[in-house]
């Protein structure tokens, strides 16, 4: 659907209110209760609300049930919608008098292309407000019992994203295996191999321990633990699928699968 049959679409069910606006919202890494309590109050006075693919049927089931839902999810070579069209739908739907809340997993200004979207509304008029939400990073490793940083192995904590522009991943490899720090891989399970090699070779261990954190946070958590040079048999043979997240450093040692607690069930793997 184009985006001005959206828009006609939304008209025709809305009321408008005065003046239009769109909410950048957080919806976390799935857990409807890990949403913060403005993203919630937000969300249920929301007219229209604009969705990826990340949001969890949890934090779907919250929205109001008047309110328009459009959903722009994209995938690995499946967009719903290009990201220019998606920042002129908010412009459009602002500008017919909505209040709009475009709804993102995780953190809206962490690989959430929260800042492409608000640089576009301010480019054109329309007020724009944020509401952070717990990245995938901090929320998954937190439910998986992984601390991302540690005082006696990790200093510091990397967040890249295995997804760039392009499709290439141009990355800062020997800056990424300097040691006492923890990495954080978004979007990285279709790139994984290369991710391995890379840091295999620019001098990391094979040792080096590792974690897939897949669907975090949500009933269907799975983690699978091994090591970067293990990573290509874990792949092959566990099959994880997005949304999962990839990390890599010392900390992943301390996993314990009976640090998981009820609310966030668990599968630990080994490869």
Known sequence: MKALEMLMLAGDRRQPVRRGEVWLVGAGPGDAELLT??????????DVV???RLVSPAVMALLPAEALRIDVGKSLRCHTLAQSEIEQLLV???????????LKGGDPF???????E???LQRHGVACHVVPGITAASGCAAASGIPLTHRDYAQSVRFVTGHCRN????LDWPGLVSS???LVFYMG?????TIAAQLLRHGMAAEMPLAIIERGTQPQQRVLIGTLGELPAIMARQRPVSPSLLVIGEVVSLYRAAAVTAETPAEALTA
Do not use: H, P, Y
């Open 118 to 120: 608000m640089a576009w």
């Open 37 to 46: 309590l403005k993203a919630l109050r937000v969300l249920q006075q929301a």
């Open 110 to 116: 962490i690989f959430g292309r929260g800042g492409e």
């Open 50 to 52: 604009v969705f990826d």
């Open 92 to 102: 459009e739907l602002a500008q017919a008098g909505n209040r709009v809340v475009r």
């Open 180 to 182: 006492g720090q923890t």
């Open 189 to 193: 399970l279709a790139l994984s191999e």
């Open 167 to 170: 499709g290439e991943v141009d």
